[in-house]
Nanobody, 118 residues
Framework: QVQLVESGGGLVQPGGSLRLSCAAS????????MGWYRQAPGKERELVAV?????????HYAESVKGRFTISRDNAKNTVYLQMNSLKPEDTAVYYC??????????WGKGTLVTVPS
């Protein structure tokens, strides 16, 4: 099993920045991918950014955040970060950390709220 704990959400004005953190513990060596999803009120959960660990690693972003958000990983701290710049009101959502395992299981954090007022 893997435990994921997010931090770093909050209220930020349009154009501002936030950095989310996701600390992983447990079966770290079996994690194939780590990423961030978000869910806005009344909308489905969507992928924001992901690091595929065993393929390079490689990173992938939703079109809506390309050039503004950066996902990174600190192996020593077993932590994944999401640096969010130039935030917009449409970025308001609960952001969830996700870990995809080599054996097919998926794990989620409890989420952290990011609010960008219009």
């Amino acid at each position: 099993q893997v435990q994921l704990v997010e931090s770093g959400g909050g209220l930020v004005q349009p154009g501002g920045s936030l950095r989310l953190s996701c600390a992983a513990s447990g079966s770290i060596s079996s994690i194939n991918a780590m990423g961030w999803y978000r869910q806005a009120p009344g909308k489905e959960r969507e992928l924001v950014a992901v690091i595929i660990i065993f393929s390079g690693p490689s990173t992938h972003y939703a079109e809506s955040v390309k050039g503004r958000f950066t996902i990174s990983r600190d192996n020593a701290k077993n932590t994944v970060y999401l640096q969010m710049n130039s935030l917009k009101p449409e970025d308001t959502a609960v952001y969830y950390c996700h870990a995809g395992m080599t054996y097919g299981m998926n794990y989620w954090g409890k989420g952290t709220l990011v609010t960008v007022p219009s």
